[in-house]
């Protein structure tokens, strides 16, 4: 459970076809100069069983909110990605939903547990004790003023609005959602939480970032 290198980062390059996402996370497998034996991946969108189903920012010609490539679009469309890179790095791999992940190192298993990651955009996990549940996309669903919540609450906002009306948005989004979910405990990570600048209720616990390294050792014990 602890880290035994430092964080290798890279900056996301766009236009991004599958293979290069390929390349890109085996080159910073590389990097990290370290054997390992299995790979757990967090990937961004709708996956089940390994395959795509919809990456909102991965199918766009420059990165989040700018214009769609119909081409990428078709490329990424049921893309097995979990095949791809296990091919690519040569050892046992899974790959799930980042807020997934995440949330599997926070649970503690007991009733309707939900994980939120407030990072690019907004990320979600539904945990029904201890069980994963079916993937939904809540970040395109609409939020405020015609925007969703991938829109409202992601990192490029932020930096618009400043952390103090991003943070009210955010209390705004998960008192809308209470009545919605009913759920026993929010969790709520991603690199935007250490940002937050409200209490977000009693019934919310804020994880640090780097849970979601957790969450990738106990993928394999699902």
Not at 187 to 211: I, Q, S
């Amino acid at each position: 459970g602890t880290m035994i290198r430092d964080r290798v980062r890279v900056k996301t390059p766009y236009p991004l076809a599958p293979s290069l996402l390929v390349s890109t996370l085996v080159d910073l497998a590389a990097a990290t100069q370290e054997h390992f034996d299995r790979a757990s991946v967090g990937f961004p969108g709708l996956i089940r069983g390994g395959i795509v189903y919809a990456t909102p920012h991965y199918i766009t010609e420059s990165g989040p909110f700018s214009p769609r490539d119909p081409l990428l679009f078709t490329a990424w469309q049921g893309f097995d990605v979990r095949r791809a890179l296990e091919d690519a790095l040569g050892v046992p791999t899974q790959v799930l939903n980042d807020a997934e992940i995440h949330g599997m190192a926070c649970i503690e298993g007991k009733g309707f547990e939900i994980m939120l990651t407030l990072g690019t955009g907004l990320g979600c996990a539904l945990f029904d004790d201890g069980r994963l549940l079916p993937k939904i996309e809540l970040s395109q669903a609409p939020f405020r003023k015609g925007e969703t919540y991938d829109e409202q609450l992601g990192h490029h906002t932020r930096v618009r609005v400043g952390n103090r009306k991003w943070s009210l948005r955010v209390q705004q989004a998960i008192d809308g959602l209470r009545p919605v979910f009913w759920w026993d405990r929010l969790y709520v990570g991603g690199g935007g939480a250490r940002h937050l600048r409200v209490d977000l209720g009693p019934d919310v616990t804020l994880v640090p970032n780097e849970m979601g390294l957790i969450g990738g050792v106990r993928l394999w014990d699902r």
